[in-house]
């Protein structure tokens, strides 16, 4: 590679953050009513996906019971869904690579429901650990799957995408949740609520894919390259701050309940009303969120998200009101939500790395941080406080942040 090369390459990726995606050239009616209907098929994908995650929150106190769980050992079954998911994510680049992302979509999102339904009828404690493993890896390979195709639809389109179709996760965490939770409250037994709305939830997905052609659910699978993209250079420090990110968030739906209970002295039936805040925001800062990376580029949007988490983990720290605790999630919400669409449309542009690959190795490393964060964090509790862990997550966030900024100065140096 010649010197000129290197530096349009170096230059290249150091935009990956700087630039939002550039603009499309003036399309046809037929070609703008396809982009329609994949993009329908795309959001689709994530709201499975989100929608998916939270039907399995309702599941655990009635496998708890009925089981008759002790904690640890409901602990160790949880495990599983991470471990399945972090094996799940790498099996995304494969598929998707060999069949298209249609065809890692589809079997991906079916066979998730399908394991919920296994999983709500509790039918033993190895059949449910088998069955968690196993949900837990379609589950990170659905994830992936999404982000690889609205990765390849935004570049496609010309314009900023992420954003948009993760609110479309956020919102199928919402409407499960409150559906669920709203039919068990009615007398629903658990099994009809589950397995009811999985076939609904399977049959739209199906049919939501089935406007988009094998064809071109391969079009973003033509790499020759490995699974893993190299984690060096761009692609290492988006993944560093990728797992930063996905640590906080999963802080907060771990501790956040727990956070506000003990340091704002909040009754423990409203002390999830924290975590319910923080996933409403982060669902409307998504849907802004496309519109405000066109506007202000990734950079702004990702350095501003992350002074934002920053900020609020600081705030939670010094004060004991259960009302600036409750307003600094909601604002902690508004920060992170798109940064983790930043940094995956940001991967796929990395110049000279397959998009396949980048989104894989970025968010298998940053589902290690989702994965170590509970325990790393409750050990960091058990011997000092949660007001240390919170502390510690907001000096990662920093760190992550400086590196970042840090690389792009000297990627613009040498260009």
Not at 80 to 91: H, V, Y
Not at 285 to 302: I, S, T, Y
Not at 381 to 390: G, N, P, R, V, W
Not at 396 to 405: D, K, R, T
């Amino acid at each position: 590679m010649s010197i000129q090369e290197q530096n349009t390459t170096r230059l290249s990726n150091q935009n990956t953050l700087h630039n939002s995606p550039k603009k499309a050239p003036d399309s046809t009616p037929q070609h703008d009513a396809k982009m329609r209907r994949r993009l329908f098929a795309a959001r689709a994908g994530f709201f499975t996906g989100g929608f998916t995650v939270a039907s399995w929150a309702p599941i655990i106190p009635f496998v708890q019971t009925e089981l008759s769980l002790e904690p640890a050992v409901l602990g160790t079954l949880l495990f599983g869904l991470g471990i399945g998911s972090f094996f799940g994510m790498p099996i995304a680049g494969t598929v998707s690579t060999r069949f298209g992302n249609r065809a890692a979509l589809a079997a991906s999102g079916v066979l998730s429901c399908l394991l919920l339904v296994v999983l709500a009828m509790i039918p033993g404690f190895r059949i449910e650990c088998a069955a968690l493993l196993l949900y837990g890896v379609t589950l990170g390979c659905l994830e992936v799957s999404a982000n690889i195709y609205g990765a390849q639809l935004e570049k496609e389109a010309g314009h900023p995408l992420m954003s948009g179709l993760h609110a479309a996760y956020s919102v199928g965490e919402v409407v499960s949740a409150g559906a669920i939770t709203g039919l068990l409250v009615l007398g629903v037994p658990l099994l009809w609520v589950v397995g009811g709305l999985m076939v609904v939830l399977a049959a739209v997905l199906l049919w939501a894919l089935s406007g988009v052609s094998p064809a071109e659910g391969r079009s973003a699978a033509k790499s020759e390259g490995m699974v893993f993209a190299p984690a060096r250079g761009r692609i290492l420090m988006l993944s560093l701050v990728c797992m930063s990110v996905f640590l906080a968030e999963g802080a907060m739906l771990d501790w956040s309940a727990i956070y506000v209970h003990q340091v704002g002295g909040v009754d423990l039936k409203a002390a999830g009303v924290g975590y319910t805040l923080f996933v409403i925001a982060m669902a409307i800062a998504r849907l802004m969120g496309d519109r405000m990376v066109e506007r202000f580029g990734r950079a702004r949007v990702l350095v501003t998200g992350m002074l934002l988490n920053i900020g609020t983990l600081v705030a939670m720290v010094l004060t004991d009101s259960p009302v600036v605790l409750f307003a600094s999630l909601f604002v902690m919400g508004l920060g992170i939500a798109n940064i983790a669409p930043v940094l995956i449309s940001a991967a796929s542009s990395v110049k000279g790395c397959d998009p396949t690959s980048a989104i894989t190795t970025v968010t298998t490393i940053g589902y290690g941080g989702l994965m170590a964060g509970p325990a790393l964090l409750g050990f960091i509790a058990q011997h000092k406080s949660l007001e240390t862990a919170f502390l510690f997550i907001a000096a990662l966030l920093m760190m992550a942040l400086l590196n970042e900024i840090r690389v792009s100065r000297q990627l613009t140096a040498k260009s």
